[in-house]
């Protein structure tokens, strides 16, 4: 018995989408004194591999199409190029939204994607993930968002872990199910039309799997959404919740179409399905007997023509925008208590410590007195630098987040940027202030208080460039290591262009400039 599907007429349904690919090929090169592959146009100098080649597939309203295959079949790749990840130009055939070519930039906006790898705030509730998420992609405010947000926990049944924590690493949370549930969540909010998923089942148990799928499955049937995931090993009640399955291999389609289809097809080329095994899992084993095309024919297909894209609309104003993501990052601080305590700790204690070992510097212009002067702003300098790296972990980890939602059209990186900063500098104060006020009274510099404020001024300036920069690199480093090398590196020649260590006049000419 099928399911009854709400259309537009009576459900007041938006549009259905029916996505295409015709002739869709990608394809990666290896330039010969190069380690890593990159895409390629026709450059002489390369070695080609095709991810995908020649793929045709159709995804329907009401429908789930599952994309199978063995490890390194292209079924992510295929993915991110229906969810408009990859542009057009690197890519060729056509990939067609209700027969019209695909404009990268809307799609994004009217689809949701979910990645295999479950990138959320840790210290952030379910409730407060997906309200923050409805903020963002909503219109119309608070209110609008509050009531999706909790319609959204009762159909992905959420309701009883709304108030824990999403946790994860060392720290305790809600479970594995929950938190995959939870990043489908993060992209229903704005009730997309076209959901697509990478492995929705990845790590898994076999119960919180078959709810997921089942979960997805309600959606398309009783919302006419156009769900196409990737999937490696379904079980068997899993299989039964698949409308279709494109098989891949190598990158090629070997099978598109139904299950029994499937079946009747392994049967014909003279293989019997174990009866422990499912029809897919066996296809994907014998996917070498499937083959119907040579492996050695490449077929080059013209780039398609892609309608102009159109820039991005956002459902909040810049301020708005800083509002929301001001608030999301006070939450997080005030619960990454352990790491600002301790930084607060550092600054108080760092500033007693070196106020007692300079206590009452001469300030009678000896040469003494002056060394003693230099070499506490030195020491000053070098502590402020080095203090803000542990910050890194932190920002790594919102990158991952930061590229998701705004390649969704969440929000401006601008707004980001903005926030972040009026979040962390009344932070930075408060640190600038704990280190100053004992330190500067203690080593005995000029005491009247505009010196101090001055003086605290300064460190506050010093402090907000550095974890500035730690932002910074964050965006551009691929990693924690490199990260922490590369900003050593570069403080370290802070440090020795500061004017502390060597004068101006005493430096090279060669590793010096002048206006």
Not at 311 to 322: F, M
Request: some cysteine; aromatic content about 8%.
């Amino acid at each position: 018995m099928e399911l009854p599907v709400k259309t537009p007429d009576s459900g007041g349904r938006k549009t259905p989408y029916r996505i295409e690919t015709k002739k869709l090929s990608y394809k990666l090169c290896r330039r010969v004194d190069g380690f890593n592959w990159l895409p390629c146009g026709d450059a002489p100098s390369c070695t080609t591999s095709y991810i995908l080649r020649d793929v045709d597939c159709e995804a329907r309203q009401g429908e789930i199409m599952a994309i199978a295959g063995p490890s390194g079949a292209g079924k992510t790749t295929l993915l991110e190029i229906l969810a408009g990840i990859i542009p057009p130009s690197r890519f060729s055939g056509q990939v067609l939204v209700n027969n019209r070519p695909m404009n990268g930039k809307h799609f994004r906006r009217l689809s949701g994607y979910v990645t295999q790898d479950d990138a959320l705030f840790p210290l952030l509730t379910v409730e407060e993930t997906l309200m923050y998420s409805a903020r963002l992609r909503l219109c119309n405010g608070r209110n609008k968002a509050a009531d999706r947000v909790k319609e959204l926990l009762k159909e992905l049944g959420l309701d009883h872990v709304a108030g824990c924590r999403i946790g994860g690493g060392t720290s305790s949370g809600i479970s594995g199910g929950e938190r995959r549930r939870v990043s489908i969540g993060v992209d229903l909010v704005h009730d997309p039309a076209v959901l697509l998923i990478d492995e929705p089942t990845s790590g898994l148990d076999s119960a919180s799997a078959l709810h997921v799928i089942s979960l997805l499955k309600t959606m398309a049937v009783n919302q006419g959404k156009t769900i196409i995931l990737s999937i490696h090993q379904p079980g068997f009640r899993i299989l039964d919740l698949f409308d279709q399955v494109l098989l891949l291999s190598n990158g090629m389609v070997l099978h598109r179409g139904s299950l029994n289809l499937l079946g009747e097809r392994l049967k014909f080329a003279g293989h019997c399905i174990p009866r422990h095994v499912n029809v897919l899992e066996f296809a994907i084993d014998v996917t070498e007997c499937l083959a119907m095309q040579d492996q050695e024919h490449i077929m080059r297909v013209p780039n398609s023509n892609h309608v102009e894209e159109k820039g991005l609309s956002y459902s909040n104003s810049l301020l708005e925008e800083v509002l929301i993501l001001g608030q999301r990052f006070c939450s997080n601080i005030f619960r990454t208590k352990q790491l600002f305590v301790a930084r607060m700790i550092q600054a108080v204690l760092a500033g007693f410590l070196l106020g007692t070992i300079f206590m009452n510097v001469s300030n009678d212009g000896g040469k003494v007195g002056l060394q003693t002067r230099i070499g506490f702003f030195a020491f000053t300098l070098t502590f402020l630098l080095s203090s803000t790296t542990e910050g890194l972990p932190i920002f790594l980890q919102e990158r991952r987040i930061l590229m998701r939602e705004t390649s969704r059209g969440a929000y401006r990186v601008s707004s980001y940027v903005l926030s972040n900063t009026l979040v962390f500098l009344p932070f930075l104060l408060m640190v600038a202030f704990l280190y100053t006020t004992p330190v500067y009274w203690l080593v005995g510099l000029r005491r009247e208080i505009d010196g101090f404020l001055y003086f605290s001024l300064v460190v506050w300036m010093v402090v907000l460039m550095s974890n500035s920069f730690v932002a910074c690199f964050s965006a551009l480093v691929p990693n924690f290591i490199m990260g922490t090398s590369l900003i050593a590196g570069f403080m370290g020649s802070f440090f020795l262009f500061s004017g502390y260590f060597i004068s101006e006049k005493n430096i090279p000419r060669c590793s010096r400039t002048r206006n």
